[in-house]
């Protein structure tokens, strides 16, 4: 946990000043300066992502068959921020006894951060797996297996997957094709 604080994006030292009765308060300091500031004022995603780190650490750390699963965990982080997050937790997958990491996420980010892990060889493919879960028009929800591959690429990715995301990239080149035409 101390070292992803440290490491960029966030560059940071992750101080536990006790405050009595066995507690402790998280603390951001530089290795530069004895200046302290407690988490909660670096922003919401800091203090969401420090369980997040914790229980991760935890599972990484025990033996057997372990489970870590949690529900968007780049929540109020930075785009950078995430992609240090999916380095980490990559890390851990790849590690000779990893713990079994199951994320749910909405974030584009963590993906891309993903398959920047497996290209860049620090995680395995075969140690990844991605599961679309999309609704129809009737309610029913299913689930479409996405594998990563080697070149960080996905088979499998169903069409209608980040439609809406492709749709409005699609509307924004086409206005300022409009407005500023074609290389203006």
Known sequence: VHAWFAAAPIGRDLRLKPIGDGLVSP???STHSPAEFHLLDAGEGMAHVLPV????????????HRVFAVEEPESHLHGDTQRALIRHLATLAAA?????????THSRALLLGLQLAVVERQLPPERSQVVWCEQDAKGVSSLCPVDVLPDGGLRGWPASALANETQMIRELLDK???????GG
């Open 176 to 182: 300022q094709d409009e407005r500023f035409g074609a």
């Open 27 to 29: 603390m951001l300091g």
């Open 96 to 104: 000779d006894d990893p713990p079994i990491i199951l994320l749910e």
């Open 53 to 64: 780190l914790v229980g991760a650490s935890l599972v990484a750390r025990g033996s057997g």
